[in-house]
């Protein structure tokens, strides 16, 4: 390359000039050099060589004070965004305007330089060979790129002006069902359906100003179908012709109806097609309003409904709640809304009716569902127990409503099922009891009046006790023994699920430091406790690295348990929280694994350390079923993980997990839960016999 500057001119040349003109593509010293910044916030040209001042006959210094805008008359300011773009070189043919007001033909090529503030200009007239080559070799990129379009699967449009298409490929008359011929000029308009139409063309003039837009718009094939699309337009800019666009359209309509149908399903139970309970509490509490009246709940649960699964099977039980559903929709009004709560419970939703027209619909709904029915080759006769509640000043929560009226349905098969309850103060008072329990659970707490018992754990290997599992339990002084599977979901539903995971977490810990000191090396090497999934939070592993530090222990000395449904309620979340664990050097395992349909994709990148066969699975060794429990012992193994098989009942199962390869084993068969005294006495007996 050569490019003429005096030894002047070069004394006043900004170095950054030099790097632009240097850095654009090999020229020879007839061509026009121009370079352009912005300066102001207006494009201007800075430099020019002595080809530029030849060609448009200004003067050096007057060209260099040029505005850019200045030379090519018919640009407008989207064409000259266009012209001087950052990210490529541009190139067009355009009129230049001379000093003298003439204007010439030429091709101008823009570069822009490495640092992304200027411009090289090279102006081609195009009265010389050179530019007839450019030309040719400009003819046949257009060609090309004719038959790229026309090819392209990605439905195009093209208009050099206006609204007006200038070409469209086959993509695009594919979609509408109609030929080229009929879509060019404005032929395109007529399949824009008529209530998007308005808003399509307010994004076309968008376009032509320069911007790039996307609006969503359904288009009428030439059948009449409906398809919906989005349409993303481009700014385009054709000397001599003016402002257009470039539109490529996205086909969605598929995807919709498949986006669609998985929302029907999140929402809607796949049997009988009614709403779930997700959309019921949703539907409710779009229409509750606290102090106000009118919206009533009925709350249906069939009787002997597993009577009708265990005699005649699970599709006749399923053939009589897709029954069930039918008639409830043909006997409530038009407005009111079915769901399916669960299992076999059902739930209708009214508005505008008070106490004394819902029971007349509950006893309405009450005889439909008890006309017979075949199934199996028996006919039988529906019959439901429903509740039925009235939003009341009492009712200050949606799913209060709901809540009561469950509690109806209750009181209704109490009665002698078949019956239509309306919540009464009996069926209140039992709510308030439960308000009771929750208070009395809290003092339990507070008092640490819940007590801890512990069952062992088995290595297959030789036998031996190798750990325990801590077991909550709670002796009511009034109502006796209550199950966890009562107390631990009372103190998640009240909030005190924290408190109780502290203070397990605590007696633990407290526990394995007198088994030290009672036992010595006889002492069980680890304990493991279980975490709800309310108490998956930041707080976690400080909480469990202040009971270990209060007690002395080594963090190997715990081993916690996190469902594998707790885990899948927030994945990411769940993970921080178990790697905060791990960095503490606490072990991780895994409870109930393969009830909770978690992602195995996912289940690899979890710091867990073992995973504990589900008791259910370990039940159906005793019918010859071992596919499952062998599955999960199999994946545990690919990914270095122990196993530990729960509810193990039988010797018979317990050397089938064995054989399987499970790695500790839990279960009654085996020892039973005792409190720390017995199991410390427990270790040492059975110390004293392994020697």
């Not at 919709?256 to 019921?280: C, I, S, V």
């Not at 325990?468 to 005190?496: C, K, M, N, Q, Y």
């Not at 071992?626 to 599955?631: G, H, L, P, Q």
């Not at 409190?675 to 040492?684: I, Y």
């Amino acid at each position: 390359m050569s490019v003429s500057i005096s030894a002047s001119e070069h004394d006043m040349v900004q170095p950054e000039i030099v790097s632009t003109v240097f850095y654009s593509a090999t020229v020879s010293d007839s061509l026009a050099i121009l370079v352009a910044e912005t300066v102001n916030g207006t494009e201007h040209l800075t430099w020019c060589n002595e080809g530029a001042v030849q060609l448009l006959g200004y003067g050096l210094e007057d060209l260099r004070a040029t505005p850019v805008r200045q030379l090519f008359p018919t640009l407008g300011g989207g064409e000259l965004k266009l012209l001087l773009r950052r990210e490529r070189t541009a190139r067009m043919t355009l009129p230049v305007r001379t000093a003298s007001g003439a204007v010439v033909q030429a091709v101008v090529v823009t570069t822009p330089s490495p640092g992304g503030r200027m411009w090289t200009m090279r102006v081609i007239s195009t009265a010389n060979e050179q530019e007839r080559a450019l030309r040719a070799t400009a003819d046949a990129h257009e060609r090309r790129f004719s038959t790229l379009t026309e090819r392209s699967p990605i439905p195009t449009l093209l208009s050099e002006q206006g609204m007006r298409l200038a070409h469209v490929n086959d993509a695009f008359c594919s979609l509408v069902g109609l030929r080229a011929e009929q879509l060019l000029g404005t032929g395109w308009i007529e399949t824009i359906h008529e209530e998007d139409l308005d808003r399509v063309i307010e994004q076309v003039v968008a376009a032509l100003d320069g911007d790039e837009v996307e609006t969503q718009a359904r288009l009428v094939r030439d059948d009449g179908t409906i398809r919906t699309t989005v349409i993303r337009f481009a700014h385009l800019f054709t000397p001599g012709t003016g402002a257009g666009f470039v539109g490529t359209i996205e086909d969605i309509t598929d995807r919709l109806a498949f986006e669609a149908k998985l929302a029907h399903q999140a929402n809607h139970d796949p049997l009988t097609g009614l709403p779930n309970r997700t959309l019921l509490a949703q539907y409710v509490a779009e229409r509750f309003v606290v102090g106000t009246g009118g919206l009533a709940c009925l709350f249906l649960d069939l009787d002997n409904f597993k009577v009708v699964n265990d005699s005649l099977g699970h599709t006749a039980g399923d053939e009589l709640l897709v029954e069930v559903a039918d008639r409830l929709r043909a006997t409530v009004r038009p407005a009111d809304l079915v769901a399916r709560f669960g299992g076999d419970e059902f739930v209708v939703v009214c508005e505008s009716v008070d106490e004394t027209a819902a029971v007349a619909l509950a006893g309405r709904v009450s005889e439909a569902l008890a006309q017979p029915m075949r199934l199996g080759g028996v006919d039988i006769r529906p019959y439901a127990s429903v509740g039925v509640t009235v939003q009341t000043a009492e009712h200050v929560a949606a799913e209060e409503l709901i809540r009561d009226c469950d509690i109806a349905m209750y009181q209704a098969k109490a009665g002698g099922k078949g019956r239509v309850s309306v919540l009464d103060q009996q069926g209140r008072a039992e709510a308030r009891d439960k308000l009771r329990l929750v208070a009395e659970l809290r003092d339990a707490i507070e008092r640490r009046e819940i007590s801890l018992y512990y069952q062992p754990i088995f290595d297959t290997r030789d036998g031996s006790p190798v750990a325990v599992e801590s077991l909550a339990r709670w002796e009511h002084r009034d109502r006796g023994a209550i199950s966890p599977a009562t107390f631990v979901p009372l103190a998640e539903e009240s909030g005190l699920i924290t408190g109780l995971g502290l203070l397990v977490l605590d007696e633990t810990c407290r526990q394995i430091a007198d088994w030290d000191h009672l036992l010595g090396a006889s002492a069980p090497a680890r304990a493991n406790v279980n975490v709800s999934a309310l108490q998956l939070d930041d707080n976690l592993a400080a909480q469990v690295a202040a009971a270990l530090e209060r007690h002395e222990l080594d963090p190997g000395r715990i081993s916690v348990e996190i469902t594998e449904s707790a885990l899948m309620k927030d994945p990411a979340s769940a993970r921080e929280v178990l790697q905060q664990l791990r960095d503490l050097g606490v072990e991780l395992a895994i409870d109930d694994f393969g009830t909770g349909y978690s992602s195995l994709a996912y289940l690899r990148h979890l710091p867990v350390d073992c995973l504990k066969v589900d008791r259910s699975f370990v039940a159906e060794l005793a019918d010859g079923h071992a596919e499952i429990a062998s599955a999960v012992i199999a994946l545990a193994r690919n990914l270095n993980l122990c196993t530990v098989a729960e509810g193990v009942e039988t010797v018979e199962q317990a050397e089938e997990l064995a054989r399987l390869g499970a790695t500790y084993l839990q279960g009654y068969s085996l020892a039973q839960p005792m409190t720390g005294g017995h199991t410390a006495a427990w270790f040492a007996a059975h110390s004293k016999d392994d020697r």
